[in-house]
């Protein structure tokens, strides 16, 4: 995407090392520094954006996705076939490239337990090539760009194989501090996350169990409230041990094996299911009670893990390239990609790059209405003004998940006196979450579906249900759509709810190219949907809903929704299939648990009540 002038560059870097690093204290590099860095570039921003390769088209990307998510789940063979395809590909000979293809060699190396010794020296290579002066012991107060996270767990996992914990606690905890300060993006908040994992295994190899259990805990909490959850049930595993290591309360440890279990069946993991049976029984001298869950198959049955699909013909060197050739691939006017969004003629300069000032809040609801996130293409750094806002506007997310409005209101209305949230999508922002205020406060009247129709309006002003299946959304379209059908839903017009589900549901499935994007809605869209099937009794096409459903989200290793849709589940086993229900209620009542100090405890509740009701079976007696 962004070009760099190599032989120059390098020798700039030379000179001035905040070119990759930011300044000290600051989010950014700083003005002087990005001026110097726009000549290198062939796409100038405000908002300053590192891809996370150099000059590589589009299919690349969709390669280095699916290699990072081979690696993740073990399929070694495939990801060094897919390194092999890209060592060949002209232009990949850069620094940055380069230290893409190390980073990788050296997971590969730990996960086929290479001796630690010929790791190192890859890894320091590998570190050097944008951080210069590396060294483990002297880590300074740098920023990490590029493959340096993934570099720097993967030689802290090194060191603690040499049953060096120590090292090993150093180098997580300066890469924990730093990613915690970067925007919640999908690839930044899963590295984040798997780190915290680590670190709190290695304080408790190192007997730190006061720190072990806080880790956890951050864990735990940036997981759900950055919407992932995927390392749920490792972490209740983790903490689970610490508990036992050091002499901690017995129901308390055992409720989070319970947790740790059903938390892997629910992601399909049934192997790690196992594991955790067999270490309660040999670590714990416990003895997990299943209620028949392991004999469940979820979802469809069919493989979660990664394939490689690469789209064909798409050459596009720059985020500028990007916008044009997705647009005419979509037969999308100017008109018709900027509505709402910014004004035509500013899309038109951006593509054919006579513009330098596109801000992040532009292009990205741009990219999402084409299909795509930015996250997978670009480190995304901002202007301070622009990481401050975005803070404010990820603080009132959450805030809105946890019901706590008034301290949502008063950042929102600080939002609303900048000039930026004055119009587009900011102002969109602006009014969905005032929309979604009222709601919790005074439920789904008319006035809350006038305020959905007014923040629709400001980037869909012809707005029609009928229309929802051929328009391309945004992000926060598709939210706002989907709580209209909620609304319709809550006041028992089922027809009409299911009108808006099918056609959202359908363009969930149909416009996202790359899952990062997808999955920060489907499940929520689906769960709604599924909702509104059962209300219809339409059993079958809720049960291949949830089932798509399942084997989406366990595949991109997010549990949020997982034990609602095994609730689901168990409420058509008895209303429909005659089935026993009590396996999938032990799944939703467990899952429910990893979430039950962030609003689930009510939801926790119920699925315990009507278990008792329905079975006669008290969860709680198994802890």
Known sequence: MTKFADAEFSQDMAELPFTHRRMTGKHVPSPKARERLRKFTILPHDDFLCTWLENQPLEVYEMRTYILRSLDVGLVAEAKAALDQLRTRPGFESGVNRQFLLCQDVRVMNLTHQPPEDIIPIVYEALQITWQKFHEHSLGDSTLLYEEPRLLQALANTRARMNDA????????????????????????????????????????????GRAIETCDMGHHISIMRRRGG????????????????????????????????GSLLLKRKDQAKNVLASAIVDFDYVIETWGAEKLEMGTGASTLPTLQLREGVGCATLNEMVQTLRNELEMTLRQLAEGLCPPGTLSKFENNQISNVQLYFLEPILQRLGYGIDPYCNVFLSDEAYETRKKRDEVLQLLTTQQFAEAERILSELEALGSYKAYANLQFILSAKATIYQGRNGYDKTYSQMLHSALAVTWPDFNEADISRRQLTYYEALLVNQLGNYYMMNHELEQAYKIFSQLYERQCTQYNDDGIKAMLYSAVAHNYIACLIGLKYWDKAIDISNQTIDFESANNR???????????????????????????????YGLAMYESHGQEKNKDSVHLFAYKQCGVDFNEAF
């Open 166 to 209: 120590q090292t090993a606690i150093s180098l997580l905890e300066f890469a924990t501090r730093d990613l915690q300060t970067h925007l919640d993006e999908h690839e930044s908040s899963n590295i984040l996350i798997h780190m915290l994992h680590d670190l709190a295994n290695y304080y408790l190899q190192d007997k730190q169990y």
């Open 231 to 262: 390392f749920l049930p490792d972490l209740c595993y983790t903490k689970a041990l610490v508990l036992k290591e050091s002499k901690g309360s017995e129901p308390e440890w055992k409720y989070l094996l319970l947790q740790a279990y059903f």
């Open 559 to 589: 549990m949020h929704n997982l034990p609602e849709l095994a609730g689901n589940r168990a409420y058509i086993c008895v209303m429909h299939e005659g089935e026993d229900c009590l396996p999938y209620l032990a799944l939703a009542y």
